[in-house]
């Protein structure tokens, strides 16, 4: 039988002031074990008042894209990577700008893909490891990962079907739990996988910064508001 072509898949990252943080992660996918005419880069800068574009333009491959634009939002970033992409792309993967990936892990993916999930699948979340590592920290992630897969949510990376993206957009009235609200969107056409990886390792620094059962506490209950009061939230993010 022919082999079969690996997908080809779209990463997106949004960057707003992550200076300290992005070069680690567009390093770790110059290093991808995978085919490079099989995968695309989007990075874009969305109000950025630091040195990220000087990182990026540092690291980024010529091949890769770099957006800018004044408009802040993560979900307003996420919308106009969409926009970008190929339309040979098969999935699309949004990436923090503070999550790296090991060399393996399209590899890793692209089989799970292929290979050993059901049909119909449509989005996605992967296991994640904590970086810096330390026995807190994973004890910590294991509970975050377990409860992630158990809701079927996400946290630091959305894995979305192409074709899903013909439709659907991120949510950029919130500022908290807008990914959440578009898994749950794409899962109302798609089934919903998680796959246990030990590829992607993801900052600590939310953790470091507000504490870790108060982060925990705290996120369990912006989750528990209404829509409505999710909508006049402004999260900040770590930096």
Request: hydrophobic share 40%.
């Amino acid at each position: 039988m022919p082999e079969t072509q690996p997908l080809f898949f779209s990463i997106v990252i949004p960057a707003h002031n992550e200076e300290k943080y992005i070069g680690g992660t567009l390093a770790s996918l110059r290093q991808l074990d995978y085919p490079h005419d099989r995968f695309e880069v989007i990075i874009v800068e969305n109000a950025c008042t630091d040195n990220t574009a000087q990182v990026v333009g540092q690291m980024a491959l010529p091949d890769w894209t770099v957006l800018n634009t004044p408009q802040a939002g993560v979900s307003h970033a996420r919308n106009m990577g969409i926009e970008r992409v190929a339309e040979k792309s098969d999935w699309v993967i949004f990436l923090d700008a503070d999550t790296r990936f090991e060399p393996r892990f399209l590899s890793e993916l692209n089989h799970s893909l292929q290979t050993t999930m059901r049909h119909n699948l449509g989005t996605g979340m992967v296991s994640l490891l904590p970086d810096p590592d330390s026995p807190r920290a994973r004890w910590w992630y294991t509970v975050v990962n377990v409860a992630t897969g158990m809701a079927r949510a996400t946290k630091s990376i959305q894995i979305i079907r192409r074709d899903l993206l013909h439709d659907i957009r991120y949510d950029e009235t919130l500022t908290f739990a807008e990914d959440l609200s578009m898994m749950r969107e794409c899962q109302r056409h798609s089934r919903y996988f998680y796959l246990r990886s030990t590829s992607v390792l993801s900052s600590t620094r939310r953790f470091e910064q507000g504490g870790w059962v108060p982060e925990i506490l705290r996120s369990l209950y912006l989750l528990s508001l209404p829509y409505e009061k999710k909508q006049a939230i402004r999260y900040p993010a770590p930096r």
